[in-house]
């Protein structure tokens, strides 16, 4: 069974820095794609960042490019998010998603909180 | 950016009735390679996104299947032949046809 378990999320301050994971398992980790999508309180899902699946190649969102950085651990089936100069705008759920020709299996998230 | 607009924003349904949402792309949604990476996800209370249907029509893993979802190149439609209360939530289409992927508003399917 696939399995996506996200963490490092919490309360960080405005200007300041987090590093989430997502921990993958029940599939081959280094064959597929893997993304981020946050959805901030009580709003839509919006698409944050892909990575490919030897790691060299990535996306970004304009909101975020320049301040996050996607990257993955195929020898530890492990993605990361690194966020750095948070905005109260970044505060959401992130989520991280497999994706393998169209299909997309979900974690349960992580939650970030940029407030001071 | 491909923008997707979906109708009704709500859906309140009888028990056992149908419902159907529709969702619009800006533009067609059709892949180089002959695909179209439309899909849908639904959302229930307090829980994670989760895929229902991808590439228009594929039942993914698991989901029963009073959920369809038909459509082509820029209009698609996601039904459920007999609501069940399990199926409170929302239901947001999305497409992965372009980066960045672009999801709907979402649409909120309640009991009425």
């Known amino acids: 069974e696939v399995q996506l378990v996200e963490s490092g999320g919490g309360l960080v301050q405005p200007g300041g820095s987090l590093r989430l994971s997502c921990a993958a398992s029940?599939?081959?980790?280094?064959?597929?794609?893997m993304h981020w999508v946050r959805q901030a309180p009580g709003k839509g899902l919006v698409w944050v960042s892909h990575i490919n699946n030897d790691g060299s190649g990535a996306t970004y969102a304009d909101s975020v490019r320049g301040r996050f950085t996607i990257s993955r651990d195929n020898a530890k089936s492990t993605l990361y998010l690194q966020m750095n100069s948070l905005r109260a705008e970044d505060t959401a759920v992130y989520y991280c998603?497999?994706?393998?020709?169209?299909?997309?299996?979900w974690g349960q998230g992580t939650t970030v909180t940029v407030s001071s | 950016d491909i923008v997707m607009t979906q109708t009704p924003l709500s859906s309140p349904v009888t028990l056992g009735q149908p419902a159907s949402i529709s969702c619009r792309s800006s533009?067609?949604?059709?892949?180089?390679?002959?695909?179209?990476?439309l899909s849908w996800l639904q959302q229930r209370p307090g829980q994670p996104p989760r895929l229902l249907i991808y590439k228009i029509s594929n039942r993914f893993s698991g989901v029963p299947d009073r959920f369809s979802g038909s459509g082509a190149g820029t209009d698609f439609t996601l039904k459920i032949s007999r609501v069940e209360a399990e199926d409170v939530g929302i239901y947001y289409c999305l497409q992965t046809t372009q980066f960045p992927w672009t999801f709907g508003q979402g649409t909120k399917v309640e009991i009425k």
């Open positions: 029940g599939f081959t980790f280094s064959r597929s794609w």
């Open positions: 533009q067609s949604l059709v892949n180089s390679d002959g695909n179209t990476y």
């Open positions: 998603v497999r994706d393998w020709f169209g299909e997309y299996v």
